[in-house]
């Protein structure tokens, strides 16, 4: 097997755990070297570290997938894996939809499933986790003799692979308009044109805190996608509830969401631009008991930070001043650079411009399903905040 050797001052950080190994920091390599290639990794005195799949074309050019020198990577690897993420997701409590396996998080770096209770939509993000595809769906049917496996693959980080975009069904083809089912309510979802993988599962678990402040409120939901925030309040009890997002297509499947549900007399969603609606209505004095926030993320380089804090200042002060006394203001950030205490200070320093006080109700992550592991900074992206604005 090829061999990797790392520089001195690098071994240690990925013999603690961290499975990426970038191109400066490979002090040389022994043995023909051949993308997707899985190679061991040794210290710069030769001891083991790891095995995992390289791609001199990438960045990272090596990611880790086993710490074991006797495991042998090969289809059989990755069916004890993904079997293991779905014994750990059901010990924790998840049953039909889950995020199966979050790369990194479960020791597969660069793979993505989601588990839409008998439909998966699948994405390999680098290529040498793409070489596996044909034993990773292999392993999906063995372990749940899926109704369907989709390929969301249409994502610009794969060319930094040397990889095309692609999409589609894998196997026979099947409707990709599915219904699942969340905290007993249904929603829609498309496999084939929604956003990502077609529904964000980091947010479930949260969806449901917000049960208690929505009854009788009238709620603002900003950036709804398919308005599933929105209509869980209405289904917790909201007097009304309006979602704004910028897609039409997205605006439309939340309707038909709120349809699904009964609950369209009390839901409305409207196509519009966030960023200038609540500029607009935060100087009209519009004013609701919630208002909910949930914005993509506003950068993936560090060399944008700045410009995303800005972003999160800007909406959350316009989101707060639109809260009645009392009310609510649930405030969301995915983006990954933005670390938890940095999001906190952000939201402080909207609340100092927007002179209210916040009484903090809860503050999390994303659900449960994507776990997040110590020392891998970049596996706790979502921030999900809820204050009462005094
Ligand atoms: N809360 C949603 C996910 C929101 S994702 C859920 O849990 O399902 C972010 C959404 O913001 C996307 O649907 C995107 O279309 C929308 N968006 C992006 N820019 C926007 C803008 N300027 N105004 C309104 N919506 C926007």
């Known amino acids: 097997m090829t061999k990797v050797t790392l520089k001195r001052k690098i071994a240690p950080r990925v013999a603690n755990g961290h499975p990426w190994v970038f191109a400066n920091e490979v002090q040389g390599t022994e043995g023909a070297v051949g993308a997707g290639d899985i190679v061991r990794v040794e210290s710069h005195d030769g001891k083991y570290i790891g095995t995992g799949y390289i791609n001199p074309q990438s960045q990272i050019v090596v990611r880790i997938l086993s710490r074991d020198p006797k495991e042998v990577i090969d289809d059989n690897f990755f069916y004890k894996r993904i079997a293991r993420a779905w014994e750990y997701r059901q010990h924790i409590g998840y049953t039909e939809n889950c995020r199966l396996i979050f790369g990194e998080a479960d020791f597969l770096p660069a793979l993505i499933i989601d588990k839409f209770n008998d439909y998966f939509v699948l994405q390999t993000l680098a290529l040498g986790m793409d070489r596996w595809k044909g034993a990773i769906v292999e392993a999906l049917r063995r372990i749940f003799n899926p109704k369907g496996i989709y390929e969301r693959n249409d994502v610009p980080v794969r060319e930094l692979e040397g990889l095309q975009q692609v999409k589609g069904p894998i196997g026979p083809a099947f409707d990709p308009q599915i219904i699942i089912r969340e905290n007993g309510l249904k929603f ?203």
């Open 188 to 390: 829609h979802v498309d496999l084939e044109h929604g956003q990502k993988t077609g529904y964000f599962l980091d947010q479930q678990d949260n969806r449901r805190a917000i049960s208690a402040i929505v009854k009788d409120a009238d709620v603002l939901e900003a950036f709804c996608y398919t308005g599933t925030f929105g209509v869980h309040a209405a289904h917790y009890g909201a007097k009304s509830v309006l979602g704004l997002d910028i897609s039409e297509t997205a605006v439309a499947q939340a309707r038909r969401n709120a349809e699904l549900n009964g609950l369209q007399d009390r839901c409305a969603f409207e196509a519009m631009n966030a960023f200038d609606v609540l500029k607009a209505w935060s100087k009209e004095n519009r004013s609701y008991d919630v208002v909910m926030l949930d914005p993509p993320a506003f950068t993936k380089s560090r060399e944008n930070i700045q410009k995303a804090i800005t972003g999160y200042k800007e909406i959350n002060l316009r989101g707060m001043k639109l809260v009645r006394p009392g009310g609510f203001l649930v405030t969301s950030s995915c983006t990954n650079l933005v670390q938890p205490n940095l999001f906190l200070e952000i939201i402080a320093l909207a609340a100092k411009d927007a002179r209210r006080q916040l009484r903090q109700v809860t503050f999390r992550a994303q659900s449960s399903d994507h776990p997040i592991i110590w020392g891998m900074e970049n596996t706790e992206y979502l921030k999900f905040l809820m204050v009462q604005v005094l």
